[in-house]
């Protein structure tokens, strides 16, 4: 796992995008077949199965260390970073290995089958045979944690410059469901019509935050609107008879959707839909919390679809009578799509996300503001002329997001971060005020430079009153202004409250923390704004 | 009362009167050596070694100092104290401290490895040592620094060959010296920071033959840094100095790069593990070698570190909290920060 490991180690120490695009076109260049495919396989997300438990590595670790258990806890909390902390603290190798890749990979999976100390044996040994990069990238490929900074797309990229194949025909053939196993590297990448597929979709298209206001857009009347939905971006396909829903992870999520199944017999052959998986109830969207609630289970039980039944809310008419039409203009596509869906009886599980009418840019400003009460996110604007592209890019569709909620809050409590924050306090804990009394109600770790992370760290080291293990307690000395998505009640916090993606705004030096907001002033976000964030 | 005491103000010997690397003014101060969080202002009298002396004066200006030779033995109201190698820069030394027959070593700070240029470390025979523990995890391991060396000089030759300047940033006393002391000379040319070459200026006429460098200077261009070494204190990245290097390299030598995380949030374009603390292994080795019973863990992991001495070594073992900063790169010890503002006039 030689060339992987040097391959890691040089796409680590640059963050420029071609010189990363260059390295791995390079590796491709230069390994084997087998190896090829399995990178194109990691870098497009197709990790193999976890086979061994993390808490078992960190034993088996610590064994092989001859350190106890708490001292490599203790390590790994500093590391920030498992498979790191593991390779840093084992002793050095007793051999090395000339195998690539593939033998790797394939030994973490036959591990599965086995007995627990049959698995401790072979990991113990594998660890004796690698250098420092080489455990960590065997770590993260065992514990399924394995990134490395390039993005499905740089790795087509790469791949598109060692093979001389355009970029967009091999992003069509590395779509769908395939594994190493199930294919060769000469098949799914060189050949050139690959077997026909039809459960293969269209890459996404993404939009870009609009930061600034929308009159920067140019005239109003080139643009359409519709409402930003808080569910998950999908693509629907019927074709043959069969039904594909695909999420924007390009995961094949058909199974966890059981509610689309019908419209395999509603909808004509050849119809793709982009849109949003909803969960959807007497006529009105439900949080986002339901749908994660769902998500995470493995199977879809009655109750479920029950208590979290899903829509899709349609955006976007991708292929139309089996005829791939994304050149065509937006508003043309709008216009099959809302004619589609008015002759096709579809029992209200597919419905056109109803556009917003506005003539003015003024009249849109209103709308985000009160984005909320629609129980939307904000707005999507789209340029009528535009074509339906791929990826991120910038220019045809924004999103303009309404403005957070916030309340400025007290810290309490810090903690150190993660990875590339490890030596810096960056989880903090933030309370509010309950009379004379501060009433934790979030955390947050993120919306702060690095330069207020480096100041309030030192204030940290000189502030703390309790140590409880990683946590510190801090004097309540510091209000920072808390953004959030939403709010919703909750049980299992003492605040009763749980919020959506909070952050720090802005660090409130300028506040003395008796200003700080209260519990009342939580719970009257929570009257106001409770399902509809 | 111990021979040696944790106060407010620092290491505290009440039967001779002195503090061991005080944080706060004191009468009489012993320095293990002359980094800033060791060696502050404000004391009335010094006492360190000889090697050490030149730069502590360098940094402190007029202060009363003595020095005495290593392994030479100070009375002072009848407690006995000897300064040994503790391996960390030029100079730098453990004191020992023997009274009715009770042995304490103040190991200051301490690298085991010889890294050819500091006096190498002696291991001193006691019944209480006082251990940093900066780096005192067992995920610290160094690699031997002639590994470190040849990763430091390949960088620079391929910088040299794409024509960029390659910036290296080191504390300006000790990590400095030891860079100058082991890189290949051959490559190129190697410019220094200010705050550098000031250090370098006291060291070389201590009678150190470190390799020919050149001050940075506002009479030079920045072609003339194309494919050349420049040395800098870690201060120096990230300001306004560093302009002058249009194209660069940035490395940094420092323990702390051993791991991914803060490698990557430094947003260096290379870190090479080199430190003047001991590692894991070498905390180890230095305090089975003193055969000590107590052991006093300061700065850095050393509630964590006490504890492994006390459970898995069975020592008598505690840590306690001083103001020393072992190996920094959040903030700059201000021995760097002394010089940045020279070379901008």
Redesign the interface.
């Given at each position: 796992m030689r060339a992987f490991a040097a391959l890691y180690t040089r796409l680590?120490?640059?963050?420029k995008t071609n010189a990363k695009v260059a390295y791995l076109a390079e590796y491709f260049a230069q390994t084997s077949d087998e190896d090829r495919l399995w990178t194109v396989a990691i870098l497009s997300h197709r990790r193999p199965r976890r086979t061994v438990n993390t808490t078992l590595l960190r034993e088996w670790a610590a064994e092989l260390?001859g350190?106890?258990l708490?001292?490599?806890e203790?390590?790994y909390h500093?590391?920030?970073?498992l498979s790191?902390?593991i390779a840093?603290?084992l002793p050095q190798p007793t051999q090395s290995s000339e195998a690539g890749l593939s033998h790797w990979v394939e030994y973490i999976k036959s591990l599965g089958a086995e007995e627990e100390a049959v698995k401790k044996a072979r990991v113990q040994s594998a660890w004796l045979q690698m250098e420092h990069t080489e455990r960590l990238v065997f770590n993260k490929l065992i514990t399924g944690g394995f990134r490395i900074g390039v993005s499905q797309k740089l790795m087509v990229r790469a791949l598109a410059q060692y093979t001389g194949i355009a970029e967009n025909n091999l992003a069509h053939r590395l779509m769908g469901q395939w594994t190493p196993d199930s294919t060769t590297f000469e098949a799914l990448v060189l050949t050139e019509d690959p077997l026909e597929d039809v459960s293969k979709p269209y890459p996404f298209y993404l939009a870009y935050a609009l930061e600034e206001a929308p009159e920067s857009l140019g005239p109003p009347k080139a643009w359409l609107a519709e409402r930003k939905w808080d569910g998950i971006r999908g693509q629907l396909i019927v074709r043959k008879g069969e039904v594909f829903v695909w999420s924007r992870g390009e995961e094949l999520v058909t199974d966890k959707f059981p509610e689309y199944a019908p419209l395999a017999g509603l909808l004509p052959d050849g119809t793709v839909l982009d849109g949003e998986i909803l969960p959807f109830k007497d006529g009105v969207p439900l949080t986002f919390n339901e749908l994660q609630t769902r998500i995470g289970r493995k199977n879809v039980t009655q109750s479920i679809l029950a208590k979290a039944p899903v829509i899709l809310m349609a955006y976007d008419l991708l292929e139309w009578q089996g005829e791939d039409i994304r050149a065509r203009p937006f508003a043309e596509r709008r216009q099959l799509l809302e004619r589609l869906l008015s002759d096709t009886h579809t029992q209200g599980i597919v419905q056109p996300s109803p556009l917003v009418p506005f003539t003015e840019w003024q009249a849109l400003h209103s709308e985000r503001e009160h984005a909320r009460q629609h129980h939307s996110e904000g707005l999507m604007l789209k340029r009528k002329a535009a074509p339906y592209l791929s990826g991120r890019k910038k220019g045809d569709w924004w999103k303009w997001k309404a403005a957070p909620l916030t309340i400025d809050a007290v810290m309490i409590y810090a903690q150190r971060g993660?990875?590339?924050?490890?030596?810096?306090y960056t989880d903090f804990t933030f309370a509010v005020w309950d009379g004379n009394t501060l009433v934790p109600f979030t955390k947050a770790y993120s919306g702060l430079t690095?330069k207020e992370f480096?100041e309030i760290?030192?204030w940290v080291r000189r502030n703390t009153k309790e140590r409880f293990g990683p946590v510190r307690s801090v004097e309540p000395r510091h209000v920072f202004e808390i953004a959030f998505e939403g709010i919703r009640k909750s049980a299992r916090h003492k605040s009763g409250v749980a919020l959506r993606f909070p952050r720090m705004l802005r660090w409130r030096k300028d506040k003395p923390v008796r200003e700080a907001n209260t519990l009342e002033d939580l719970h009257q976000l929570l009257a106001a704004y409770e399902g509809n964030g | 009362m111990a021979l040696l005491e944790f106060t407010d103000k620092g290491i505290y010997c009440e039967a001779a009167d002195v503090y061991i690397d005080p944080w706060r003014p004191v009468g009489r101060a012993l320095i293990t050596h002359g980094h800033a969080d060791h060696s502050r202002w404000g004391h009335q009298h010094y006492l360190c070694t000889t090697t050490a002396a030149p730069v502590i004066r360098h940094r402190l200006g007029n202060i009363k100092l003595s020095t005495t030779p290593f392994g030479e033995t100070t009375s002072i109201n009848g407690v006995k104290f000897s300064f040994h190698p503790a391996g960390h820069i030029i100079g730098s030394a453990q004191i020992r401290v023997e009274h009715k027959g009770e042995v304490w070593v103040a190991s200051g700070d301490y690298k085991v490895r010889p890294d050819g240029i500091s006096e190498p470390f002696e291991p001193v025979p006691c019944h209480s040592f006082i251990t940093e523990s900066t780096f005192g995890l067992p995920v610290y391991k160094w690699k031997p620094q002639s590994e470190v060396f040849e990763d430091i000089n390949a960088w620079w030759r391929a910088n040299r060959e794409a024509g960029k300047t390659s910036v290296l940033t080191a504390y300006a006393l000790g990590k400095a010296q030891r860079l100058l002391n082991g890189i290949d000379p051959g490559i190129g040319p190697i410019f220094t920071h200010g705050a550098i070459e000031n250090t370098n200026a006291v060291i070389r006429k201590q009678g150190f033959a470190l390799p020919p460098t050149i001050r940075i200077s506002q009479q030079q261009k920045s072609q003339d840094y194309a494919g050349a070494l420049v040395i800098a204190p870690p201060a120096a990245t990230g300001s306004n100095w560093m302009r002058r290097f249009k194209s660069a390299s940035v490395g940094i030598a420092s323990g702390w790069m051993a791991l991914r995380g803060t490698r990557r949030r430094r947003a260096a374009d290379r870190g090479f593990v080199l430190s003047d603390h001991a590692d894991w292994d070498e905390l180890n080795e230095a305090i089975d070698a003193t055969g000590a019973e107590q052991v006093v863990a300061t700065h850095g992991y050393a509630s964590i570190f006490a504890r492994w001495l006390r459970e898995e070594k069975g020592l008598n073992a505690w840590d306690a909290q001083t103001e020393y900063e072992g190996e920094s790169l959040e903030q700059d010890k201000a021995d760097d920060q002394e010089g940045t503002n020279e070379t901008t006039v």
């Open positions: 680590d120490q640059t963050t260390s350190i106890p708490w001292l490599f203790e390590s500093v590391v920030g970073d790191e902390a840093l603290a993660h990875g590339r924050r490890a030596n810096l690095d480096g760290t030192a | -």
